[in-house]
């Protein structure tokens, strides 16, 4: 495995590889590697000939700099990870390599960068689709590899490709969970043993949902209902939103058609906030 700090070489080196035919599968992290990053890393490695993992923390997608600053970083304990996960090369640019002199031009995905999470974190999925516009173009990857966890990330990256015509093909990976079903995030270790335990309601209250479904409720108001009634038992939750929409737009509907439906929940536990996610309806 070679790391790569400099963004001309990994341009380059992407360039000899694709002379070769070599299929390039390409996983975007902020590093602070967990199971849910690997998950992402294992399924590039399925499919791709080689395998690159990037480690770059995005300093246009933070809104406050404080959060940026405070960003858990561990190079060395990410990269003996990836060492184990046999990946190829990793890509550790710094932030004046990518965003260089002069820099002004950024990528707005509008519409669905404002909703739900881009409501609370303005600019933050400019500064995603700027950042993944620049290593699509430096790697020009076959696959890209994005959590579900990230289910709007995935949205707009997926209007991003289809849009500027990239030909990468994005691969959305299934969130892994703890045993408790919470989501994997590097923010869980942020959370006393007590929150930790009390955010597992976030994916009860997915489940719930789920099930109703099942039995046949299709109005995404009661759907939304059945979430916050399950998170509110849990006295140390609080909710930030609910949203039930389609997964593709985020556009909010009345009722359960069709395609597939995104339940996506944000909530505090404590100063930290946590997302989860789970689509209905998905089609086979
Ligand atoms: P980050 O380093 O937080 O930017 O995450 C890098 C990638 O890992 C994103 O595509 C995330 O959606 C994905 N990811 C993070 N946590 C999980 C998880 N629990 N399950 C699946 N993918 C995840």
Redesign the pocket.
Same mark, same amino acid.
């Given at each position: 495995m070679e790391i790569i700090n400099r963004r001309q070489r990994m341009a380059s080196l992407a360039r000899k590889l694709r002379r070769e035919h070599k299929v390039i599968g390409f996983?975007?992290?902020?590093?602070?590697?967990?199971?849910?990053?690997l998950?992402?890393v294992q399924n590039a490695r399925q499919m791709s000939d080689i395998v690159i993992v990037s480690i770059f923390v995005n300093p246009t997608q933070f809104n406050e700099s404080d959060d940026f600053e405070t960003y858990p970083r561990d190079l060395t304990a990410d990269a003996a990870l990836l060492a184990e996960y046999n990946v190829d090369y990793v890509f550790t640019p710094d932030a004046k390599d990518i965003y260089g002199e002069n820099f002004s031009t950024y990528v707005t995905v509008d519409d669905l960068s404002e909703k739900l999470e881009g409501a609370s974190r303005p600019g933050h999925f400019r500064g995603v689709a700027t950042v993944v516009t620049i290593l699509f173009n430096t790697i020009r990857p076959d696959f890209g590899?994005?959590? &579900?966890?990230?289910a709007q &990330?995935?949205a707009i990256i997926k209007r991003l490709t289809q849009n500027l015509g990239f030909e990468t093909e994005i691969i959305v990976?299934?969130?892994?969970?703890e045993k408790s079903g919470l989501?994997?995030?590097?923010r869980n270790e942020l959370l006393t043993s007590e929150q930790r335990e009390a955010a597992s309601i976030i994916y009860k209250s997915l489940l719930e949902v789920e099930i109703a479904t099942e039995k046949g409720v299709r109005n995404t108001t009661k759907l939304a209902e059945i979430v916050r009634n399950e998170i509110e038992t849990e006295p140390l939750a609080n909710i930030d939103y609910i949203a039930v929409v389609d997964n593709k737009t985020l556009d909010p509907i009345e009722k359960i058609g069709e395609n597939p439906v995104l339940v996506a929940v944000a909530a505090r536990f404590g100063e930290i906030r946590l997302i989860d996610n789970i689509v209905l309806n998905k089609k086979q």
């Open positions: 996983v975007p992290t902020m590093g602070a590697l967990h199971k849910g990053h998950k992402l590899y994005f959590g &579900q966890k990230d &990330q995935v990976v299934p969130i892994v969970r989501a994997m995030s590097s």
